[in-house]
């Protein structure tokens, strides 16, 4: 009997929702990829002195090059006035902005964005950061390298 719903569509759609909950699961489809990060002052380069930390959950859908986060911070010095992808950079290596972090940058935040070939295969070979700035810091308060996951 058919009701409308697969049980991989459901397995997927339910994959999706526990990683941007931040369940650390791994997509069941092997069109998507699971990423994650933790964000501090520690990881910025040159390193930064506080007291922020920071949480990104993503998926990245390689059949229609759809990528989606979850982004949370606290503790941070200043106000955060800006957000971006960065990349490609390996891990303490700085890199231009890839992506903005689109709308009022608040914890906790979720966005998405379509990607290039370029950005994708970029992500997908671990050379993208994600980075808050704000007021106290500029250039970066809190980063982390955005690690695929599956």
């Not at 941007?20 to 699961?25: D, E, I, K, N, R």
């Not at 002195?49 to 982004?71: E, M, P, Q």
């Not at 295969?121 to 390298?145: C, M, N």
Request: aromatic share 6%.
């Amino acid at each position: 009997m058919n009701h409308g719903l697969s049980a991989r569509g459901v397995l997927s759609t339910t994959a999706v929702a526990l990683v941007l909950a931040g369940c650390a699961v791994v997509p069941p489809d092997a069109h998507m990829a699971a990423f994650s990060t933790q964000m501090t002052g520690t990881n910025q380069v040159p390193s930064v002195k506080t007291a922020g930390t920071g949480r990104l959950v993503a998926v990245y859908d390689r059949n229609t090059s759809l990528f989606r986060w979850k982004l949370s911070f606290s503790g941070l010095k200043g106000a955060p006035t800006a957000g971006h992808f960065h990349g490609p950079a390996a891990i303490g290596a700085n890199a231009p902005a890839a992506l903005p972090v689109a709308g009022p940058i608040k914890s906790p935040m979720e966005g998405r964005a379509t990607l290039t070939q370029a950005q994708a295969a970029d992500l997908l070979a671990g050379k993208w950061y994600v980075s808050i700035d704000t007021t106290a810091h500029p250039r970066g308060e809190i980063r982390g390298q955005i690690i695929l996951r599956e």
